[in-house]
């Protein structure tokens, strides 16, 4: 049990009857979406439906950022908006890989298809510029969190990233936020 139960309501709740921890445990549930989806991703789906939920996210990507973008703002909020579901995809499902590798495919998307966003000279778009570089230390982090066997796979793709981050006009953010050149 979870260390901010005390012993004594750990006790009375293992005490229950299961019909009233069924109930309870159901309540929870009900109540809480990340609870809920662990649920349904533990109880009812396999590896197999691990590739469905990344190609959802990979379609979401390809449709949001493979066109282009009149305002700074408006891409910056759909970066956002990716990331966080790229983040609750891991909270869901434990996948690191898969957080890493989804990760690694919007900034590459983003520097493929919107690096005229990133060059503009506006208050959002050096928001844009600190945003891409400080998930590019996130991408790092994610990668070296992963075993060594999987950290080969994205080595050369992530080296690539840095190498533009600090080719194009996110140099300066890269440089104040220290951003490695390569990866190690």
Not at 158 to 183: G, I
């Amino acid at each position: 049990m979870p260390k901010n139960i005390s012993k004594e309501l750990e006790n009375a709740i293992l005490t229950l009857s299961q019909k009233e921890k069924d109930r309870h445990l159901l309540r929870l549930i009900a109540k809480n979406q990340l609870l809920r989806e662990q649920m349904q991703f533990t109880l009812l789906e396999d590896e197999s439906d691990l590739g469905w939920r990344r190609e959802e996210l990979l379609d979401l990507m390809s449709q949001l950022f493979d066109k282009p973008y009149s305002y700074t703002g408006i891409l910056l909020k759909d970066i956002r908006m990716v990331s966080a579901k790229i983040t609750w995809h891991r909270r869901v499902t434990k996948d690191k890989y898969g957080e890493a590798e989804l990760a690694l495919v919007l900034l590459e998307k983003i520097l493929a298809n919107h690096r005229n966003q990133l060059a503009k000279s506006h208050k959002k778009a050096e928001s844009l510029r600190v945003y891409v570089v400080r998930k590019a230390i996130a991408v790092i982090k994610y990668i070296t969190a992963l075993h060594e066997d999987f950290q080969i796979d994205f080595v050369s793709r992530m080296d690539k990233v840095l190498d533009q981050l600090h080719t194009f006009e996110t140099k300066y953010p890269a440089a104040l936020l220290q951003l490695p050149k390569a990866m190690d």
